[in-house]
């Protein structure tokens, strides 16, 4: 179309020139070009800077994710972009490999090379039959340390993605919907447009334009010129392709790309980095949040608060906690000055524990205890493990665990539970150095996976991880919202229950409720039948494994519920994928789970996944107060030329004019109205759901009120004044209408108007615009009919609408009518 304008513009500049000269016949051919040019630097501009932006976003992604390296003698975290070559690199369960490198040393350590050969059995790597490590690889279990040899583009893969041309994108979801929604704008234009040029031409051939006020002479056979009308076919052919160029809205993917890229940077800011985005979409449908317990929850900052020990003291293999753990206890050279702790934050707290309140001597535990194997943790076997030798001779006594002590050891963990702390028991099996039980000859082995029957229980840890500050009130706004929440933890039940009432999951009238918490195994035991009629009374759901959490999406999902879930381990990929939002946390997670998820909340607080939920919202929202600006715009330009060009020949909007409008209507418009923040009146609102129409009732009335008054005055307007003020006029009333636009249901339109800076801003740069492009003496009387609309829309938003779309009401009347018809037939 815009091809077509060009073309038009340089035929009436020929023309122009030439029937007028230079002076005077190049202004129209001029104005065109200019208007056209405009048109595509702005939109050119605009999408360069928004491609711009995602780059730098994605390439935020790839930066912000940090490995752990021993550099110059010391242990650090860098960027994964940041590590060199002659780094040691300590890699654990859910790392993504930074490099390629040699295996230093480690235990159990295994790699998934999926993404590499595509094969999806892990790969046990060793000082001696496989000591290499591709980047790009993930750990999949135990902990190692590896050297560094090649980073960036010289790695095994950086010379794969090389030869990889860069993925192009999909469109999302909204985006397809707004596609249809413009192509079926731009077919009705396109009728319009020809009913428009049919009439101009059959009206200007017949002699019957308005010849004192038209802007082309009247067509006489006996006087006409080739040029005078070709001149004039020029200007018919250009009115009608401009009405086609301003009836499809061409700012809707503008206004989108704004919309979203705003949010994104405000998310950023409000600690979380959107990695895909449909997800900014999809947020503003979610129906249920799967959330875990640990660190998203509660603060993740254990401490050993109670300790039970048993009949029997056994001291020093209950201090020899410190060699079953990945953690490790860093003392300063300054002897007075407290040691730091890394690891896990369970191991964290034991340690911290065993050595402020038991005086754990851990240099010399490793000196007289050498470390043969270690089974690193996970959410599989949920226990970890260390296989190690004495280097000194002694004698230990076991006593039998009999009913009594037994039922005394489950009220205790039942006590702690019930108190919110979580439960470590730490038990010993002595083995032989040929791999048998000291007091047995048989069982047992000291390579491979640690054995886990015949224990002797030493004690039981409990650790108390208190509730996340805000959490409550973020649950809270979540349910305000239409949105439940679901604790999926590995907890045992009691204290996934303490937690859930602490946290609000749980309600007072929830305490007796059946089904709403409950354990993993259970849950999976049922039928499909029974887990699909449960799903939705589950609030809690304890003792759970990977499996469950993604089978608790699925069973949400099967329900027609849009699902977000949160997630940190390599095992919840699958879930997070799974999801129609998976949420990876920034500063817990693994790789695995950050590379799996659409986005990344950096801190872990679910409060950040509260304001991610109403980020979503307010994206959609946008892009309907957006859609309902530029379809009043349209219906106005559209029917105001088609009925002037019907009655008088002429159309009052010219080609200049309309390009001028779709021109700052598109672009600025989009931008006033794509950066509104979140307001307290989308969180009472329900999810939007999969189904809900795009153009709401309330938006119709909005908008076809809108656009009957503008039509209505300006035609009134047409036969009576320049056409000039005709569209000052309508430049204005779209000024205003965007005040109108902002608030979509409330009749106060000026609600939070100042701290809405960029909005003003925009509005008085176009009202400036405007008043340069006309003339300053005709604005005063233009601002008053554009006034008008404000208390129009007041009036408009006092009628009430229908919730249910206008499809299914006019469905409901056809089949009524079908039931009426045949009733009301006489008999024969």
């Not at 040393?105 to 001696?128: C, I, K, W």
């Not at 040929?434 to 007091?439: F, K, L, M, P, T």
């Not at 909340?601 to 979503?616: E, R, Y």
Request: aromatic share 6%; charged share 20%.
């Amino acid at each position: 179309m815009l091809l077509i304008l060009l073309a038009c513009a340089a035929l009436s500049l020929g023309f122009g020139i030439k029937e007028h000269g230079v002076r005077e016949g190049w202004y129209d051919g001029a104005s065109i070009f200019l208007a056209v040019f405009l048109v595509v630097l702005v939109s050119a501009c605009s999408n360069f800077r928004q491609a711009r932006r995602f780059f730098r976003l994605s390439e935020e992604c790839g930066s912000n994710i940090r490995v752990s390296v021993v550099r110059d003698g010391r242990r650090r975290e860098v960027s994964i972009s940041d590590v060199v070559v002659g780094d040691i690199v300590c890699l654990s369960i859910g790392d993504q490999v930074p490099a390629d490198g040699l295996f230093l040393d480690g235990n159990s350590l295994q790699v998934d090379e999926s993404s590499m050969t595509g094969e999806s059995d892990h790969v046990a790597v060793d000082g001696r039959r496989r000591p290499f490590l591709t980047s790009g690889t993930k750990v999949a279990d135990g902990y190692g340390r590896m050297l560094a040899t090649a980073v960036g583009m010289d790695t095994t893969w950086g010379e794969m993605m090389s030869s990889i041309s860069r993925d192009a994108g999909e469109p999302t979801p909204l985006q397809e919907r707004l596609q249809r929604l413009t192509a079926a704008i731009g077919k009705i234009g396109t009728a319009v447009a020809a009913i428009v040029l049919a009439v101009l031409l059959a009206r200007y051939f017949t002699g019957s334009t308005n010849a004192s006020e038209g802007r082309r002479p009247r067509f006489d056979r006996r006087s006409a010129t080739f040029d005078t009308v070709t001149n004039a076919l020029v200007g018919i052919v250009s009115d009608a392709v401009t009405i086609v160029v301003v009836a499809i809205p061409e700012g809707l993917p503008l206004a989108v790309t704004l919309t979203l890229a705003y949010s994104m940077k405000r998310m950023m800011a409000d600690k979380a980095m959107v990695r895909k985005l449909p997800a900014c979409e999809t947020m503003g449908a979610v129906t249920a949040v799967c959330t875990d317990k640990t660190g998203t929850l509660t603060l993740n900052q254990m401490q050993v608060t109670k300790v039970w020990i048993g009949q029997q003291e056994m001291g020093g293999d209950l201090t020899g906690v410190a060699l079953n753990t990945t953690g490790s206890v860093f003392r300063a050279a300054d002897s007075s000055a407290e040691p730091e702790f890394s690891g896990s934050p369970t191991e964290k707290a034991i340690l911290a524990w065993a050595t402020r309140e038991l005086r754990m001597d851990d240099v010399a535990l490793r000196r007289h205890w050498e470390i043969l194997a270690v089974e690193a943790f996970n959410s599989d076997k949920k226990r970890s493990g260390a296989l190690v030798r004495s280097r000194e001779d002694g004698k230990t006594t076991f006593s039998e665990l009999d009913a009594g002590r037994r039922a005394q050891m489950e009220k205790t963990i039942e006590g702690m539970a019930a108190a919110s702390l979580r439960c470590i028991a730490l038990a010993v099996k002595p083995l032989k150095l040929d791999g048998s039980r000291e007091d047995d000859d048989g069982g047992g082995s000291s390579s491979g996976k640690l054995e886990e029957d015949e224990l002797t229980l030493l004690g039981l840890l409990g650790l108390k991880d208190p509730c996340r500050p805000g959490a409550r009130e973020a649950v809270a706004a979540c349910r305000e919202a239409g949105v439940a929440v679901k604790m999926i933890t590995g907890d045992n039940v009691f204290t996934a229950k303490a937690i859930a009432f602490e946290c609000g999951i749980l309600q007072a009238e929830d305490e007796d409720a059946e089904g709403a918490v409950i354990e993993g195994e259970t849950f999976r035991g049922y039928s499909p039948e029974k887990r699909m009629a449960a799903i939705d009374g589950v609030r809690v759901m304890a003792r759970s494994s990977p499996f469950d959490k993604l089978l608790m999406v699925q069973c949400l999902k099967r329900k027609n519920h849009v699902v977000a879930v949160t997630g940190d381990g390599t095992n919840d990929a699958p879930a997070l994928k799974e999801a129609d939002v998976g949420l990876a946390m920034g500063v817990q997670g693994t790789e695995v789970a950050k590379q799996s998820a659409d986005i990344v909340v950096l801190d872990d607080n679910f409060a950040s996944v509260a304001t991610v939920l109403m980020w979503g919202r307010c994206v959609y929202s946008n892009i309907q107060k957006f859609i309902q600006f530029q379809l009043t715009v349209n219906v106005a330009a559209l029917v105001i030329n088609f009925v002037a060009a019907v009655s008088s020949g002429e159309v009052p909007l010219t080609t200049v004019q309309l390009l001028w409008v779709n021109l700052i209507m598109d672009t600025l418009g989009a931008l006033a109205l794509a950066t509104e923040r979140p307001t307290r009146e989308l969180a009472g609102k329900p999810p939007v759901g999969r189904t809900a129409p795009l153009i709401t009732n309330i938006m119709w009335r909005n908008l076809l009120a809108q656009a009957l008054f503008q039509i209505a005055v300006l035609l009134l307007l047409h036969d009576k004044v320049k056409n000039t003020l005709i569209f000052n006029t309508f430049v204005l009333c779209q000024i205003f209408n965007e005040f109108n636009a902002r608030r979509l249901e409330k009749k106060n339109v000026f609600e939070g108007i100042l701290k809405s800076r960029l909005f003003l801003g925009i509005v008085a740069f176009t009202l400036i615009l405007q008043v340069v492009m006309a003339k300053l003496g005709r604005v005063a009387f233009c601002l008053g009919i554009g006034l008008l609309s404000w208390p129009i829309a007041w009036v408009v938003k006092c009628i009430p609408v229908s919730e249910r779309p206008i499809s299914e009401l006019l469905f409901q009347h056809n089949q009524i009518t079908r039931i009426i018809r045949p009733a009301c037939r006489p008999r024969n």
